[in-house]
């Protein structure tokens, strides 16, 4: 069984920083990809960032310049630096892992973008 646990969110001012990290354990034989998603009141989850087992990083339009995807691979981590924060980036982030037995998410960390 393999589980994610995500930390970093928080409260933080218009024009702030935070970084989010999410942490994967378990049999995991194959990651296909990292990944952040987000979901904010009152609409679908969208998808942020993914970085690609061969190094290949992809962003949604909204993000680009702002945000950054990495990986630790020896410590099965991966990142999501943020910067420039947005009101409108006010979401629950959710990390989800492709991996040799399917998909799986994070429990969710509150990123709240208010002055």
């Known amino acids: 069984q393999v589980q994610l646990v995500e930390s970093g969110g928080g409260l933080v001012q218009p024009g702030g920083s935070l970084r989010l990290s999410c942490a994967a354990s378990?049999?995991?034989?194959?990651?296909?990809?990292m990944a952040w998603y987000r979901q904010a009141p009152g609409k679908a989850r969208e998808w942020v960032a993914t970085i690609w087992s061969g190094g290949n990083i992809n962003y949604v339009d909204s993000v680009k310049g702002r945000f950054t995807i990495s990986r630790d691979n020896a410590k099965n981590t991966w990142y999501l630096q943020m910067s420039s924060l947005k009101p409108e980036d006010t979401a629950v982030y959710y990390c989800n892992l492709a991996h040799n037995f399917g998909l799986t998410w994070g429990q969710g960390t509150q990123v709240t973008v208010s002055s």
């Open positions: 378990g049999s995991i034989a194959r990651i296909d990809a």
